[in-house]
């Protein structure tokens, strides 16, 4: 299991030191955009699954991908390399 660190356990400025290191932080939680996939356009391609830069994007049983939202910064690289357009960024509720 790997350890969920905190921003007390960042460095200032929040320097990323080493490769993969987003994969144990919650970097979601800045997010202001969120992805919303839209099944019925998805042709389960996997793109958004490759170029998303924090490997928020994760693979389902059933073929398609769905945003883990703790690790997604909403950057919408996911809906830009989507061919069919099924990705789109909407903006994050306040909770």
Known sequence: ????????????????????????????????ERPIIDKEKCNKCGLCWLYCPDVAIRPLENGYYEPDLYYCKGCGICAKACPREAITISEEEEK
């Open 1 to 32: 299991m790997v350890k969920q660190l905190t921003w007390i356990d960042m460095e200032v400025g929040n320097i990323v030191k080493e490769a993969g290191s987003a994969s144990f932080r919650r970097t979601g939680d800045w997010r202001t």
